[in-house]
């Protein structure tokens, strides 16, 4: 506990170095005082940084449930936490982006229609460069919700993306609190869960530290689940509409909630039609929340016109890298046209594909087991989609264990997560001409790695050697 401890006191310390400041940042004046504006301060503020992420990691492995037992898991979470309340948004600069919009709000414009870069100052200098032409891309309630603590703030630039983690935390909570009760519910692993789910250096890094609109997101979803085990099916069906107004990926969540409890058994049309009841029912119910807070509002639905907004950056998204490798061969080829319709080519292959692979499992596993369907349809969301960052993978990844995972995959999750914080370090790295601080956190998370999967390896056969005597 004291070792994730240091790690988030690292990245706090690191945050608030040039190596992640936007420019536009009030810690500027101070640090340019002390002479820290320089490349220096940079690889020491990514050296801070990586030293924390590895930390972090090390800690969450020496927790895992094989070692430890019985541990109350939401105190640590809690723990892990609080050195970056008062952070600055960590690994990604969308907290920034949520202000501006907030603040466009707050000005009495549209941000469907208007794009950061109307008003130009402090807000839309904070806000990375791409964003800052992009008109917004997130439901009516998150839009109204970033408004809100703009205002909250005082209208302060700084502060107003500092307290985006106001709802992030309270997402996070409701994580930590009902997941592990869905878990006993369920009959699945609660130690796991807990260990997985809460304090998962993921959880505490991206969505505490990175104050996305995912965490709250996820633990209006996870409530809902919970709702719809005690059998609360209409209250469940509401808040799945209410989550998916702050994110839209929240409303596969009609699927468990209509089917948890009321299992779809055979295709025969007794079972077959009253599945489709419930299903129709809870996707009307969730559909027409979401239009009833969208027209509330009165910003409408101009977040389609932004739905292609994710993909304007090349990601870790699979069909993406895929149609930029295409597309660059075919502009060494002297076809850029060409390319630019292959790559369009295949993301749509990968979104008609991933469309497909839902269909299918909601006919076959999510039949029986709702919550593993919501789980591997999330996952492949996040991987067939036009982008993909680590915060996406929190949305399946977190119910993970609830679908009672084999150790395979429960391994290959714990190397995904891994990686995706190495890549996390070494972007950071990379952006500050830090290259080999980059390599350093590659190295260092694979052998965090592999020193973890001995040690798990002969957990499991002192336990095996101790059940055979």
């Known amino acids: ?61 020496k927790l895992r449930p094989s070692l430890y037992h019985e541990v109350k898991h939401w105190p640590i979470t809690l723990l892990w936490s609080l050195p970056l309340v008062l952070a600055p948004p960590i690994f990604s600069h969308d907290a920034y982006a949520y202000a501006a919009e907030g603040w466009l709000l707050r000005n009495g414009l549209n941000p469907y229609t208007n794009p950061i870069s109307v008003l130009p100052g402090q807000f839309a200098d904070q806000a990375a460069w791409l964003w800052r032409y992009t008109t917004a891309m997130y439901p009516p309630l998150s839009l109204e919700m970033f408004h809100g603590l703009v205002v909250l703030a005082g209208n302060d630039p700084y502060f107003s993306a500092v307290a985006m983690r106001i709802p992030a935390l309270l997402g ?30 993921l959880v505490i890094i991206d969505l505490v530290g990175g104050a996305h609109n995912d965490a709250l997101m996820m633990g209006l979803v996870v409530l809902a689940l919970w709702l719809a085990f005690t059998k609360r099916f209409w209250w469940a069906a509401i808040l799945v509409g209410v989550a998916a107004c702050i994110k839209q990926p929240a409303i596969l969540a009609f699927y468990p909630v209509a089917l948890i409890g009321h299992p779809w058994r055979t295709f025969a049309w007794r079972d077959t039609s009253r599945a489709l009841l419930r299903l129709s029912l809870s996707l009307a119910v969730s559909v027409a929340t979401f239009v009833a807070i969208s027209l509330a509002s009165g910003l409408g639905f101009g977040w389609v016109g932004a739905a292609d907004v994710p993909g304007r950056v090349v990601t870790l998204a699979p069909f993406t890298l895929v149609g930029a490798g295409l597309k660059a061969l075919l502009e060494l080829l002297g076809q850029p046209e060409a390319g630019q319709v292959a790559m369009d080519a295949v993301r749509y292959l990968g979104l008609g594909l991933t469309v497909v692979v839902i269909a299918w499992l909601g006919l076959t596993v999510g039949r029986r087991r709702p919550v593993t369907f919501l789980s591997w349809a999330y996952l492949v969301f996040a991987f067939g989609g036009i982008a993909l960052n680590s915060w996406y993978l929190t949305w399946g990844g977190l119910l993970l264990p609830l679908t009672k995972p084999t150790e395979r995959i429960t391994g290959t999750a714990v190397t995904v997560t891994t990686v995706l914080l190495a890549y996390g370090a070494g972007n950071l790295a990379w952006r500050n001409d830090a290259v080999a601080l980059g390599f350093a956190a590659l190295a260092l998370m694979l052998v965090l790695l592999y020193r973890h999967a001995q040690e798990r390896k002969l957990h499991l056969a002192a336990a095996g050697a101790d059940k055979g005597a």
Do not use: C, H
């Open 1 to 61: 506990m004291r070792r994730g401890l240091v790690g988030s006191a690292l990245l706090f310390l690191g945050s608030l170095t040039p190596a992640y400041l936007p420019q536009a940042s009030p810690l500027w004046e101070p640090m340019r005082a002390l002479g820290l504006d320089n490349w220096p301060a940079k690889v020491f503020g990514t050296a801070l940084v990586v030293a924390g992420v590895a930390l972090l990691v090390e800690a969450w492995f």
């Open 172 to 201: 996070v909570g409701l994580i930590a609190y009902f997941l592990p009760r869905i878990a006993v519910r369920m009959g699945a692993d609660v130690q796991m869960t807990a260990w997985f789910s809460t304090v998962n250096p």
